[in-house]
């Protein structure tokens, strides 16, 4: 048996005797480096941060900061780790060791008060610290700082998976807008120029449970295949979440996430194609804002900790109807590309699920990809109501994409989420819109259609009736804001 | 300037640092409870067994079934205690019960060789029950009559003719939720028996003395035999008060029967689901005012949610009571308390402890009413402020001291938050936006500082000089990241007149200070930074004494600066390591253990009367919040504070526990929503919002995009250590600023003098349904009138 093992601070460290469910946070605890802490076992809270190295956007390789809760030890066979212990610099015998340039600043500056938090925060700053755009001259200069940049152009998103229950976030805050650029000797600003640690193909057994890395699309889909029980599993942040809250084991995990055939990002000339596995991270980066919809999603979209691992292959693959990508991919009429070891089919979004964390994916089908047609609708927008701004999961949430030209109202398709047991396409609204001119009397009537739209319920996120209000406001906000200056 | 609160010069105190254990946080080195167990060898786990049903008697539990899974070792159960079956201080906890008195209550424990196989034990154990009708909220048990505990009673004045004389009469009621203190620590403990049978259990506690007398009341041993440390906590808020006794009795039990180290940790659903919370609260009330909007008279029954046992409730009651006048002064009041018993968990110790709960109803009251008497809710609040000099008492009737300092706290904050212009800026703001509205409200708090109960009002030091020098601090008091330890090495090191690094401070154990009060009531830094204080001066009169024959002058005359004594007017010097090792060779005691009790307080529980504080904590915060009328969500855009802290032993912690209270404060009144099953299926009682998915903690989003605190100037308190005060509560309670501003803010969407109610926690739900309400009251044409479910009588 080929052993697993992690580059953990810098030394190899076997994955063994570990189970194959066992996560990154037990495997480093066990090992004593309890820097890493739980405080919530799914992936809210952020203070199990680490720092992994990944296939960056801008250089060879990222400083990307993961949940370490929610992923599978297994699943990082051969890569690099690194903790809030191993950004110090140990000092000689007898010194103490040199912090972390965030470690300093959030020493110095009272960021920590309990500290249980603080090893989290800290490998969470670093990221953005690491992040190679990253504006590192002075962004007020610039015109880039704002409510949630700094003027070292760190963005506070980066620190919205993370939580303090002390301090009430000012005095992080000071700290992250304080963090310079890295030295040049900055050793894990170095390791940024070499290649990422490459995918490692992994059969990683102890006892009846086995977890697998294929190297390629076609051994992932003959497995699926040939074991029936085998589970995917991408990103792992709600796989993760599964293991650890409702004590999930399965015997067979299949990790996708690595998987080339999965990772593209393609402009054709009459769609753009996004892999099922490329992390929402790397599509809210390498797509720099030319889908503004997706642009309005990311940040809305739980936590930086949570993008960073999550993938749009994985949201559509758990059927969520509470998932967020789901409303604005039915908005701009996005299908899917499932492939199986028969060869592949595209089914329209608007097809794809049939009912509660059900679809028309095959056991034996992963998703391989999601295709947005081009061109794009001019005016779009997505309202997720949620109770917190940062890292919730909505109670509604409403996404929209239409055309006007000469003040009619051409084109106009409505996704819609937490109202009904899967995401839907608002036709009846769609219907009431289009052709129509795009005025307060057509929004007005259009609005009572939405409203009563799905079967929304109450829940400890809402009730029913302010989901329905929800949809109603959700279009006449949407108009307001094409037609007035309205704060989003 | 008293003997207390005086400083030498150049003191240690009043300098900003950071926290003591702050290079440990940043690196991940700082160890709390359960990191402990991966440096300990043979260590069992102990997973709860709960049961999913929120109220039942037991009629069967088998534990074979557990003990065939693989790795369990033992399955805990009523049968195993040696000593006494109860958790509590109030014997009504019982530690394995007979009846299932909540959702999740834990009736038995299974101890395995890994935390895996004590979770499938647990699921193994086979439990059968006989389910009763179950009690889940407040209302419900009004309703039924269901109340626990203490009736207390709280009367001043001459409430009819207060009354009589009233030109306005308002009632109403109002039910306002909880909150989860979501340390970000869950709960845990590690126990351990040494070569005597003796034990040594680790446990993250704000009360290891009483988590020692609690495992030697269970496990029918003598506090001697019991020895309980906590190393720090990752968060407390009042919820490792009286909480973490029981869970450390499990481990205990588990260490003394297997004779192993046990450990337990809760995962965060099983402290979510097990562990007591804040009280909720219903509160009816009766207020009058006269012509120009003084409150006459008030009439209010406050019942709090006790849950099933009684717990703290009765203190936490207490104190609500005596903080429901807030910065006004009621010259007739007749103040009700009574605890519910329900079946849910049991309601604890939360910041504040029942003072946030008492204001929030009084500040609800004049939030409602400012419209309906057409004053501005900050004219209204001034018009009722105690007043200086005039001898006004509270309605428990201690007087009022450093009134001035109410207003002067609360003008400081209207001149730095500008507030003049702001409200022109945002009245001009709000005409040009049709759907969306800001506001901005000022209040202000009086926090009364010191234990109800007057024998908590203790604390104990010992302070250790090596004949190096160096110096050893211990005190009963626990670090939960409010600062406490950093304060005290402070003191020491002020009181010695040493560096602050010649002093180092050794982890809270109950064997080196005994019978230590639970670090609560913002009182840890007032007790244990007196009694610290009071071991150093005995440690430095001896000093001077050597001090002063060496340097020929009287011990009198010495001076210790800086690590350098000194006799006045003389330049001769002595180093502080050659005046120790000097001591030491002259055969000096360099060791002192130190007592300190708080003076002047007396409290007559039955009478409801007394002076139960040694001084009110004052503070005035100013917040603006916008709304989005689409779908009431809001945001908070700037918060100006001003907070009374005497004079600071600690600026940067003291400015961060006001800050950290603040957001805290935020989110129990407007995040934070703890949402439980009440419908009559088969979850009734179970806690829907039972991860952190689901309870929704304030995070970057909510930190206010400008936030300037300031603490008073100026501000010596003469009964507290240095001339400090207390500061770990009362900035929750600034964050009344912050409804008070939603309220307002949402009122906006209609004519001017719409009274509005809101819901607690204001989520934004919450608020949309207020202003939805208020746009139904003007399309109605309803001018001034009050909207929302309870209708308010206006006589």
Known sequence: MVSARITVNGKETPIAPDAPHTTVLDFLRERGLTGTKEGCAEGECGACSVLVARPGVNKPTDWVAVNACLVPAAALDGQEVVTA????????????????????????????????CTPGFICSMASEYYRPDRCSHDASEAGEADAEHGPNGFDLHSLSGNLCRCTGYR?????????????????????????????????????????????????????????PEAVLVAG???????????????????????????????????????????????????????????????????????????????????????????????????????????????????DYFTGYRQSVRRPDELIRAVRIPTPLSQVTAFHKIAKRRFDDISSVAVAFAVDIEGGIVRKARIGLGGIAATPIRSLATEAALEGKPWTQETVDAAARVLRGEGTPMSDHRASSLYRSAMLGTSLKKLYAQTTEAVSS | MSHLSERPEKPVVGVSMPHESAYQHVTG????????????????????????????????????????????????????????????????????????????????????????????????VEVELEEKPAIVTVGEAIAAESFHGARPHMETGDVDAGFADSAHIFTGEFTFAGQEHFYLETHAALAMVDEGGQLFIQSSTQHPSETQEIVSHVLGVPAHEITVQCLRMGGGFGGKEMQPHGFAAIAALGAKLTGRPVRFRLNRTQDLTMSGKRHGFHASWKIGFDAEGRIQALDATLTADGGWSLDLSEPVLARALCHIDNTYWIPNARVNGRIAKTNTVSNTAFRGFGGPQGMLVIEDILGRVAPQLGLDPIELRERNFYQPGQGQTTPYGQLVTQADRISAVWEQVKENGNLADRKREIAAFNAAHPHTKRAIALTGIKFGI??????????????????????????GGTEMGQGLHTKMMQVAATTLGIP????????????????????????????????????????????????????????????????????????????????????????????????????????????FRGTPFKYFSNGAAATEVEVDGFTGAY????????????????????????????????????????????????????????????????????????????????????????????????????AFSVREALRQAAAAFGPAGTSVELASPATPEAVFWAVESVREASAEGAEGSAVGSTALSNA
């Open chain 1, 85 to 116: 212990e191993g950004l110090a610099t140990p000092g000689a015998d007898g010194t103490p060791a040199t912090l972390h340039p965030v470690q300093e600043e959030m020493a110095v500056r009272g960021g920590s008060q309990c500290g249980y």
């Open chain 1, 171 to 227: 005095p992080i805050r000071d700290a992250a807008y304080a963090v310079g650029e890295p030295a040049e000797d900055d050793p894990l600003a170095q390791r940024r120029e070499q290649a990422a640690p490459e995918p490692v193909a992994t059969s990683y057994t102890q006892g009846d449970s086995t977890f697998l890395r294929p190297a390629t699309l076609e051994e992932a889909v003959q497995i699926l295949r040939d074991r």
């Open chain 1, 236 to 350: 792992s942040t709600d796989y993760g979440v599964e293991v650890n809250i409702r004590s999930r084991r399965d015997t067979c995990v299949v990790a996708i996430d690595r998987l080339p055939e999965l990772r593209e990002l393609r402009v054709e000339s009459e769609y753009l194609e996004i892999g099922a596995a490329v992390t929402l991270t790397e599509i809210e980066r390498r797509l720099d804002g030319t889908v503004p919809l997706l642009a309005e999603l990311f940040p809305q979209f739980a936590s930086r900790l949570i993008r960073n691992s999550a993938t749009l292959g994985g949201n559509l693959g758990t059927g969520s109807p509470i998932g967020d990508s789901p409303p604005v991919l039915l908005a701009l009429d996005a299908s899917l590309v499932l492939a199986s070891a028969d060869g592949e089919r595209v089914v329209p979004l608007a």
């Open chain 2, 29 to 124: 080195t700082a160890l709390y409870t359960d990191d402990l167990v991966y440096r300990t060898k043979d260590v069992l786990h102990a997973y709860p067994v709960q049961v999913m049903k929120a109220h039942g008697r037991i009629t069967a539990l088998r534990t074979e079934p557990a003990l065939a899974v693989p790795g369990v070792v033992r399955v805990l159960t009523g049968a195993d205690v040696p000593g006494e079956n109860d958790a509590g201080m109030k014997h009504d906890e019982p530690l394995f019960p007979d009846e299932v008195m909540f959702h999740g209550h834990a009736v038995a424990w299974v101890l395995g060789e890994t935390l895996e196989a004590a979770r499938l034990g647990a699921a193994a």
């Open chain 2, 450 to 475: 010191s234990f109800n109960l007057t024998a908590f009002n203790q604390g104990g030091a010992l302070v250790l000089i090596y004949k190096d020098g160096s110096v050893l601090i211990n005190h």
């Open chain 2, 500 to 607: 602050l690094h010649k002093v180092r401070l050794a982890p809270t154990r109950t064997d080196k200070v005994p019978n230590t009060s639970a670090t609560a009531a913002s009182a840890g830094a007032d007790l244990n930074g007196g009694a610290i204080k009071n071991a150093c001066e005995q440690l430095r009169e001896r000093l001077h004494q050597v001090a002063g024959t060496q340097l020929g002058g009287n011990a009198s005359d010495v001076r210790i600066v800086e690590g350098v004594a000194r006799v006045l007017g003389s330049d001769k010097e002595l180093a502080w390591d050659d005046l120790v090792r000097t001591a030491y060779f002259q055969r000096v005691q360099l060791s002192a253990s130190g007592f300190y009790r708080t003076e002047g307080l007396h409290w007559d529980a039955q009478a």
């Open chain 2, 635 to 734: 945001k908070i855009r700037r918060v100006d504070i001003v907070h009374d802290v005497g004079d600071s032993l600690s600026p940067m912690i003291d400015i961060g526990q006001v800050e950290g209270g603040f957001v805290q404060g935020a989110g129990w009144l407007t995040l934070e929503d703890l949402r439980w099953d009440t419908s009559d299926g088969p979850h009734r009682g179970r806690l829907q919002t039972q991860a952190a998915s689901t309870y929704k903690l304030p995070s970057f989003s909510e930190m206010p995009e400008e936030f300037n605190v300031t603490l008073m100037e100026n501000a010596t308190e003469e009964g507290a250590v240095y001339g400090s005060k207390a500061v770990g509560e009362p900035p929750l309670m600034l």
